[in-house]
Structure formats: structure tokens, C-alpha cells
């Protein structure tokens, strides 16, 4: 029996329910095919430990539950003749990691069962495995990017950000070039808020536009991903209208809760409800505290964070773009919707894992929920505020028509 399109590794699917290749009882897939526990243990063990069998017969020994212990070579055989993928094997120590790749590129006899020649570890297999490390490197350091120049004095008010368009940042490969000089100020976090917005904005020694450099912020982290590079300009800034205020406040909330604070809270130490209490709304305690809820409840890690907000920024079901780019971004998003799952079943277990991915792709809906209804104020700011400050930006992305 081979899996010609075998489902994502742990995910529980209806239909057989026998492992592949010894016939236990099984309840769901390990890397990529319908096993047992015993055999996915066996299989990760032998790969990642390197071990070398022989078999004491003709290599042709019938693997069954009862005897599935007798012959660890046909063992392993039949596990990779079922499509056992040894690419799908994740490690999350460095040095074993490190280990385990050298073992891969080292020659491997064939192995045989029932006729079929199997080998032992694909060609490209440390390439397939680095792959993993590699979304979540570059988002991390995309991450790491960005929080230093949120957690820093940089002002984009006075290098003129606020009138440049968004086409500007989309051809600007880094809006913050010097990022790595910049520096925390040192009487953050501010021990006394302002009384009002006002107050604020006009205390230089307070202020800092958050929702706009968070806005800035958002496009840098989403601009970068595979995926959306290759987009024609027009197809990414109707993406980019659809997504920024969700991560935006996704990025906001996030960092509030690891804070261990009720509401959001900005890098400087002032609450967002604490600017807004004279004209406070039951949306404004939406958006800028219950927000704030799935965070808490599901306890999300920092690689967790990045990775969901990749997936929001790819996000295809858009009706304002064209079929090739949904085409592209629905490709890219998957990698990434794979490397989630993969993370939360090494880290869970496989059911548990599944189950926690379902979560995180919950919270994803969540976050964009709550990014409509931060839509809301910010359309309803833009027909009620008087003198408001001028935004080419804001102005570009959400109320300009594309042609």
C-alpha cells in the first residue's frame, strides 16, 4: 500500500484505521502516514539515532503487529515503502539538529521490502528539513526588526513619513535603516500619563504616533513575505488594506499580554483607554482591551505570533485581486499554515498539537474580527475629526481607488 497524497503529519482523518504498516490500531497520521505510536517512535528513533539494521533472513520478513519487533530492518523498510516521510522529522535541539543533517548527507543503502527498492533518505532531504528553521528565522528576525525601532525614540513624524504614500513604502527596502543604533529611552516606561489625547500630542516629551508607526510597521513585517514580494504592486496594496489594522492591533495586543497588561499598553508605558477616557466607547473597550482575551486564553509563544501573523498577511480570499495572485498566496500561505502545525505538534503531540493548531487558526479569525471593528473607528475618526493631521499614507492606502 502507498500513500500517494499523504495529509499533513497528526491530523486525525476518517476511514482506515489500522497503522500502514503493522496494522495496530491507529488514530492518526505520523509523518505523513496512517501509523501507530509504536511505529512512529521506531521510525524517528532509527533516522534520528542513525541506526543500521540487518535482517537474518532474505529481507523479505512480513511485518505484523505480533511480530513487528522481530525485524527492524524490514521494519524500517516497510515504513518508508508506505511513505513514512523522514522530511517531516523535526528536532528541536540545535545540536542534535546539527547531528541528525550530517547523518542525512552521509551515504545510505537501499532498503528493500517485498520487492520494492526503497531508499533510505531522499537527496534532498537536509534541504527539506532546513526549510522549517528557515520561515521561522527570517520571520523572527523580521519580528526582531521591528521591535527595535518600536521599542526605540525614533519619531517618523520628523523624518517626514507621514507624506509618503503607500507606494513608497513598498519600494522602500527598509524604511529604518539605521535601526540597529537605535536606543530605548531611558525614562520609559512613563510613570504618569497624560490626562487626555490632546495633553499627549502636544507633550513632545510623551508623544509618539503609535497607531501610525505601528501602521509603518505592520507593511515592513508584510512586505517581506515570501509570497507577497512577487505580487504586481496594485494586488499588494489591496492585500496590505485588508490585513494592516488586524496585525497591527494583532502586534499591539500581543505585546500587551506579555506584559501581563488588562488592555493595550504602548512601548512607553501609556495605555491606549488612558488616552481615550473623554471620548471612550464600548468599541473603543473592544478593540483596545477585549482584544486582549484569546491571547490570554490560549498563552500564545512568540513563534506562534509570527507565524499567525504571516498567515493573516496572505490572506487570498480577497476579491479585489487577481486569480494568479490568490493562486500565489493561497501557495505561500500553506507553507506557513504547515510550519504552525508542525510547531504545535512538537511541542504538544500529535492530537494535542492538531488540536491547539485548530485554536491558533480560531484566534487568527479573532484577530481579524477585532481588526474590522478597529476599521470602524478609524473610518469614523476620518468623517468626524477636525483639523486631524495630515497622513498621505492613511490617505493612499484606504480612501484612494486603485486604478
Excluded at 501509523?35 to 532509527?46: A, D, G, L, M, Q
Excluded at 500619563?193 to 508607526?213: G, I, K, M, V
Amino acid at each position: 500500500m502507498r500513500i500517494k497524497t499523504p495529509p499533513q503529519s497528526g491530523v486525525p482523518r476518517m476511514g482506515s484505521k489500522y497503522c500502514v504498516v503493522c496494522g495496530a490500531e491507529a488514530k492518526c497520521f505520523h509523518y505523513d502516514a496512517l501509523t501507530c505510536n509504536s511505529c512512529k517512535i521506531f521510525f524517528r528513533r532509527t533516522l534520528v539515532f542513525a541506526r543500521n539494521y540487518v535482517c537474518m533472513k532474505d529481507g523479505r520478513c512480513p511485518i505484523k503487529n505480533i511480530n513487528r519487533k522481530f525485524c527492524k530492518y524490514c521494519r524500517l523498510a516497510k515504513c518508508l515503502a508506505v511513505g513514512m516521510n523522514v522530511n517531516s522529522i523535526y528536532i528541536e535541539d540545535d545540536h542534535k539538529r546539527l547531528v541528525f543533517q550530517q547523518n542525512l548527507t552521509k551515504p545510505r543503502t537501499a532498503v528493500d521490502y517485498l520487492g520494492k527498492s526503497v531508499q533510505l533518505v531522499a537527496p534532498s532531504a537536509m534541504a527539506l528539513v532546513s526549510t522549517f528553521h528557515q520561515i521561522l528565522d527570517h520571520l523572527l528576525n523580521q519580528e526582531n526588526y521591528c521591535n527595535r525601532v518600536r521599542f526605540s525614540n525614533v519619531n517618523p513624524l520628523k523624518d517626514g513619513l507621514q507624506y509618503k504614500d503607500i507606494t513608497y513604502f513598498l519600494n522602500t527596502p527598509c524604511c529604518f535603516e539605521n535601526f540597529k543604533n537605535l536606543q530605548t529611552p531611558s525614562h520609559w516606561p512613563i510613570k504618569t500619563a497624560p490626562l487626555s489625547q490632546d495633553e499627549y500630542c502636544n507633550s513632545l516629551p510623551y508623544y509618539r504616533p503609535w497607531l501610525f508607526l505601528n501602521m509603518v510597521l505592520a507593511i515592513e513585517f508584510g512586505k517581506n513575505l515570501n509570497g507577497f514580494q512577487s505580487l504586481p504592486c496594485k494586488d499588494q496594496i489591496q492585500i496590505l488594506r485588508s490585513v494592516v489594522a488586524t496585525n497591527r492591533l494583532f502586534t499591539e495586543a500581543y505585546f500587551s499580554f506579555k506584559l501581563n497588561s488588562d488592555s493595550v499598553v504602548f512601548p512607553n508605558g501609556i495605555k491606549a483607554l488612558d488616552l481615550l477616557k473623554n471620548v471612550r466607547t464600548n468599541l473603543h473597550v473592544e478593540v483596545f482591551k477585549n482584544i486582549l482575551q484569546p491571547l490570554i486564553r490560549y498563552g500564545i509563544s512568540k513563534k506562534e505570533y509570527v507565524l499567525c501573523k504571516a498567515i493573516i498577511n496572505l490572506h487570498a480570499e480577497n476579491p479585489n485581486i487577481s486569480q494568479e495572485s490568490s493562486k500565489t498566496l493561497r501557495v505561500a500561505r500553506q507553507k506557513y499554515t504547515d510550519v504552525l502545525l508542525r510547531l504545535c505538534q512538537n511541542h504538544h503531540g500529535d492530537v494535542e498539537g492538531a488540536v491547539r493548531f485548530g485554536n491558533l487558526l480560531g484566534l487568527i479569525q479573532s484577530m481579524q474580527k477585532f481588526g474590522e471593528k478597529f476599521d470602524q473607528l478609524r473610518e469614523l475618526y476620518w468623517m468626524t475629526a477636525k483639523n486631524r493631521p495630515v497622513c498621505v499614507l492613511t490617505q493612499s492606502l484606504f480612501h484612494c481607488k486603485l486604478v
